[in-house]
T-cell receptor, first 117, second 114 residues
Framework: AQTVTQSQPEMSVQEAETVTLSCTYD???????LFWYKQPPSRQMILVIR??????QNATENRFSVNFQKAAKSFSLKISDSQLGDAAMYFC??????????????FGTGTRLKVLA | DVKVTQSSRYLVKRTGEKVFLECVQD?????MFWYRQDPGLGLRLIYF???????EKGDIPEGYSVSREKKERFSLILESASTNQTSMYLC?????????????FGSGTQLSVL
């Protein structure tokens, strides 16, 4: 079964500190994309960062970076210098090829991040 | 600016009613998706479509159907709404050849079935 597991339902971080959100996944594919999406109270999903599985270098986007461990099927998100605006639900996801030749996206259960002033 | 628009932000329906959730995208995307979001369960794929009149079941299609008569519009249909279908519904779209794979989301419809 293709699954995404986020084992931390909720995390808290002090403003300006660093926090890491964990994600593991299960796939038999060799090439795939991984994503972190953020959902603030507005409900609008925002792409935070993405990683292609064949690239060994970890992706970074400003204060956001990932630790991608392909063999362990682990894809954690590190947020540095946390800001109040980072408070949101974070979803890990991956994209897989389907029989029609296109892709579908499998999401995890989410981690709610609280940022403390 | 790219847009995925869901027709209603909040919807209240009665048990047994037929419910239509509408989604429109203006990016000429081939793929469109319907997810439901529940606390502790994350986003679960209901149905997706990769072309007009083409559809594939997701992980939880029971109790739902979909319609895609035009490329820009993807409708989710609850034939006979039940209380366990109370949820947040999210529509999304992407290119068929998804490249770097960005998924574009609407802002969700919170459906309450009473």
């Amino acid at each position: 079964a293709q699954t995404v597991t986020q084992s931390q339902p909720e995390m808290s971080v002090q403003e300006a500190e660093t926090v890491t959100l964990s994600c593991t996944y299960d796939t038999s594919e060799s090439d795939y994309y991984l994503f972190w999406y953020k959902q603030p109270p507005s409900r609008q999903m925002i792409l935070v960062i993405r990683q292609e599985a064949y690239k060994q270098q970890n992706a970074t986007e400003n204060r956001f970076s990932v630790n991608f461990q392909k063999a362990a099927k682990s894809f954690s998100l590190k947020i540095s210098d946390s800001q109040l605006g980072d408070a949101a639900m974070y979803f890990c996801a991956y994209r897989i090829l389907v029989t029609s030749g296109t892709y579908k996206y499998i999401f995890g259960t989410g981690t709610r991040l609280k940022v403390l002033a | 600016d790219v847009k995925v628009t869901q027709s209603s932000r909040y919807l209240v329906k009665r048990t047994g009613e037929k419910v239509f959730l509408e989604c429109v995208q203006d990016m000429d995307h081939e793929n469109m998706f319907w997810y439901r979001q529940d606390p502790g369960l994350g986003l679960r794929l209901i149905y997706f479509s990769y072309d007009v009149k083409m559809k594939e079941k997701g992980d939880i299609p029971e109790g739902y159907s979909v319609s895609r008569e035009k490329k820009e519009r993807f409708s989710l249909i609850l034939e006979s709404a039940s209380t366990n279908q109370t949820s947040m519904y999210l529509c999304a779209s992407s290119l068929f050849w998804a490249g770097e794979g960005k998924l574009f989301f609407g802002s969700g419809t919170q459906l309450s079935v009473l």
